[in-house]
Structures are given as structure tokens and as C-alpha cells.
């Protein structure tokens, strides 16, 4: 399956209009079914040394960076859409594009749910670069490209009652997801400086988390 990059329904759609509503609610119950947000729970707060920050690409409506907060993660969020009503004071929030983004260098933790996939291989080969001068542990989890997780989006979808803009975001980010050591090549990150383990699971999670060698 070659990776392919195509334009998603909820990126178009006005934040508050009813469509969008729908499908970001979608997209909360289809984070609890793949447990994506307890994996990056697991996995993040332990790595972090002492006064790091973290940051997560793409934070939606915030809740990943909230429920690292409360794990014990420092963490701020970037979007390209401004913060919700409710954001605490006491987390930055940056409204911007993250190929715009200028603060890295305060991040040596960055995490990203789902946002990698929506990057053409240019736009991945300049964060990469970024991120290989300034972080030190990268987590992403992103759609695995590949039939089995195809299949199982098209039954889920239909049984779940996913709306129609789920049900095609769904599947064209299947399509442009990842497979193997894909995100590490498209991020350029070599093996002498970057230790990179990938790990999927059954529902079609891909799940990569790199470390900066001493």
C-alpha cells in the first residue's frame, strides 16, 4: 500500500458547526477503543528528566495534554485553532501552525496524536530536522497503513455509527499512516543519534517513540 495524502472533512469544516462537532466526539470514543491516550500515559511521564517540558502537535481540543498533565508531565499544546474556553492558565497553549512554531528549543519532549499523517513528505523532512537539533524524546501513535486496519475501520465505522466525515477521515488516514521505520526515514532521523522502536497493535495503532543516544 503506497502512502497517500488526501484532504480531510473536519480540517474544512468550521470548528463550531455540528459537523465537526459529531466527528470530534468520533474521534474521543475511537481514543478510548484504541486506548491511545493510556499508552501515551504509559509511556511519556516516565521518560522525562527533571524541569523538562513536553509538548503536543496537534492538540485538538486539549485532552491528551491535560491527562499528561494530571499524570505528572508538564505539558503545553499547539493547534493551528485557538485554545477552548476552558484552558487553565497555568498551560501555554501556542495557536499556530507547528511548521511555524519558533519555541522548540524549550521542548525536549514532543508527543503527537494522530497529526503526523496529515504531513507530505516535505513537511515531515523539515520538522524532522527541527526536531533532531532541539528534542530529546519524541511519541507519536498515528493510523498504520495497512489492510487489516483498512477493514476493520470500514465494519467498526458502519457498526459504531461513525458519521460520514469520520467515516472518510478514517479511512484516508489509513492511507496516509505509517508502516515499519517509514516515520523515521520520513523524519530523517538517523540511527547513530536516535533510538527508534515502532510497535502496532490489532485495531491499527502505530505507535512510535524515539530517544536521543547519550
Excluded: K
Excluded at 511519541?139 to 459504531?160: D, I, K, M, Q, T
Amino acid at each position: 500500500m503506497e502512502r497517500i495524502l488526501t484532504p480531510e472533512l473536519l480540517d474544512s469544516l468550521p470548528p463550531a458547526s455540528p459537523e465537526a462537532a459529531r466527528s470530534r466526539r468520533d474521534l474521543v470514543r475511537l481514543n478510548r477503543i484504541m486506548r491511545n491516550h493510556r499508552w501515551f500515559a504509559r509511556t511519556a511521564p516516565p521518560l522525562a528528566r527533571t524541569g523538562e517540558r513536553a509538548l503536543e502537535l496537534g492538540a485538538g481540543d486539549g485532552t491528551l495534554t491535560l491527562s499528561l498533565r494530571a499524570a505528572g508531565l508538564t505539558t503545553d499544546a499547539l493547534d493551528r485553532f485557538p485554545a477552548p474556553a476552558s484552558w487553565p492558565a497555568t498551560a501555554r497553549w501556542y495557536a499556530t501552525d507547528l511548521l511555524e512554531f519558533v519555541n522548540w528549543a524549550e521542548y525536549p519532549i514532543v508527543i503527537g496524536n494522530l497529526i503526523l499523517h496529515h504531513l507530505d513528505a516535505s513537511a515531515l523532512s523539515t520538522l524532522g530536522a527541527q526536531l533532531d537539533q532541539t528534542a530529546r524524546v519524541l511519541v507519536f501513535n498515528e493510523p498504520l497503513r495497512h489492510p487489516r486496519a483498512r477493514l476493520l475501520w470500514a465494519l467498526g465505522a458502519h457498526l459504531g455509527g461513525a458519521s460520514p466525515v469520520t467515516r472518510h477521515d478514517g479511512r484516508v488516514s489509513i492511507q496516509a499512516g505509517f508502516r515499519a521505520d517509514e516515520l523515521a526515514r520520513a523524519l530523517g532521523l538517523s540511527s547513530a543519534r536516535w533510538g527508534c522502536r515502532v510497535s502496532t497493535t490489532f485495531l491499527g495503532a502505530y505507535r512510535f517513540l524515539a530517544i536521543r543516544r547519550p
